[in-house]
């Protein structure tokens, strides 16, 4: 072969390269193969959940619940209990609430449309149906493309609502994050985790109090809200649950690892330190206890958390009576009705704001978050009990 020859080999085999590389997707995703495997979970917190989730589904149509964050955060606790049992109706009501959607057109324009992708992942995995995959292409997209982003780089939670005022809200940690934290998991793709990762440091670095451990609820104008050391459970929730799945899946040598460890770390220890020590419930502002009242979603976030950080090997087994206490506080918050358990206790929508403003904010039954996170803690403790993973 002569030289002509050689550049003309190496010319074709470049852009061969180039090719295999387009049709396969970014660099280091993983050709997608079913995979639908469950378990076969059974005991007393997996009858409560399917309980619960039963007397959901006999009452709330799929094709009638939202593409929002409230539904998803439902949708993922109903998912988790087809995961952890097997039964096929949870699936399939998880199934035809997205392909719903899916067909009849979804909006993607700030943070709190984005959790439905946790789901399209997971489905994706199951079944490689690619219409699963798009909405994953989607929320990328909208996420690098379309939100508007801070000076600091953090994507804003109104989106393309507020694109001339662009914010950080802790809640948008878990609303995108978790779908990105999935389809890397799924798909093999770096570039999914890079975001998140990135996004994590962004938002610590502003919002994470260095004495308490605990975030603040936003960034804006330049500055954190509240001024106040004031935390709000549910959005340090939100925190910790998405921070533990991430850490779930990252390999140890993760060259991020270490430094989501020392967001991790701080933040699951100040958990641990404002549990309320008489219903194990803990307080809608986080370090206010007895001025204000326990709230059942942040709770089961939290015991969720703690959970699969212990399954997962994440955190040590000292947790576990901060757990269980924990699991017993949410117990406390189940009362019977004829059609079911219903779930009690959960604060509902809340912005960022003061002291006095999270005081406020009024507590119902029966709101779709709270039954999420409470199914998604007793799965969890479930398999805590099994010996976890």
């Known amino acids: 072969m002569n030289l002509i020859q050689y550049v003309r080999c190496f010319m074709l085999l470049s852009l061969l390269l180039i ?5 396969g997707g970014s660099e280091g995703a993983s050709p997608c193969k079913p995979d639908d495997s469950t378990q076969s979970l059974e005991g007393e917190y997996i009858s409560i959940a399917s309980s619960i989730a039963d007397r959901w589904i006999s009452m709330n149509p799929s094709t009638q619940m939202a593409w929002n964050w409230g539904d998803s955060v439902l949708m993922l606790g109903i998912m988790k209990l087809y995961e952890y049992s097997g039964k096929p109706q949870y699936r399939e009501y998880v199934e035809n609430w997205i392909n719903y959607h899916i067909n009849e057109g979804y909006e993607l324009n700030m943070s709190d449309k984005c959790p439905p992708g946790i789901l399209a992942a997971d489905l ?38 507020a694109p001339d005022y662009p914010q950080l809200w802790i809640d948008s940690l878990f609303m995108f994050g978790m779908p990105m934290i999935r389809a890397g998991t799924i798909t093999g793709d770096q570039k999914y985790f890079d975001l998140i990762i990135g996004q994590f440091k962004i938002f610590a670095d502003l919002l994470q109090d260095p004495e308490t451990g605990l975030f603040r609820h936003a ?28 850490l779930s899946v990252l390999p140890e040598n993760h060259r991020d690892r270490q430094a989501l460890k020392g967001i991790y770390d701080p933040l699951v220890e100040a958990i641990k330190t404002w549990q309320d020590s008489e219903n194990g419930l803990w307080f809608t502002v986080l370090n206010r206890p007895g001025e204000t009242y326990t709230e059942t979603s942040a709770s089961a976030l939290f015991v969720y958390s703690m959970l699969k950080g212990m399954n997962e090997g994440i955190i040590g087994q000292v ?10 506080g949410i117990r406390g918050r189940i009362i ?13 929508g809340t912005n960022p704001g003061n002291f006095d403003y999270y005081n406020k904010i009024g507590i119902e039954d029966d709101i779709n978050y709270g039954v999420g996170s409470v199914i998604l803690a007793f799965t969890e403790y479930q398999l805590f009990l099994e010996g976890g993973h």
């Open 19 to 23: 090719a295999s590389m387009g049709c």
């Open 124 to 161: 994706y995995q199951r079944t490689c149906d690619e219409k699963y995959k798009k909405v994953i292409d989607d929320i990328y997209f909208y996420l690098t493309k379309e939100a508007p982003k801070t000076p600091e780089g953090g994507i804003s939670h109104l989106g393309t609502f």
């Open 219 to 246: 960034w804006r104008d330049g500055s954190v809200v509240p001024t106040d050391p004031v935390f709000w459970a549910r959005g340090n929730g939100w925190v910790l649950a998405s921070l533990t799945e991430l």
């Open 336 to 348: 019977d009705s004829p059609n079911g358990p219903i779930v009690t206790g959960t604060s509902k």
């Open 319 to 328: 947790f576990t009576a901060y757990a269980v206490n924990g699991i017993e």
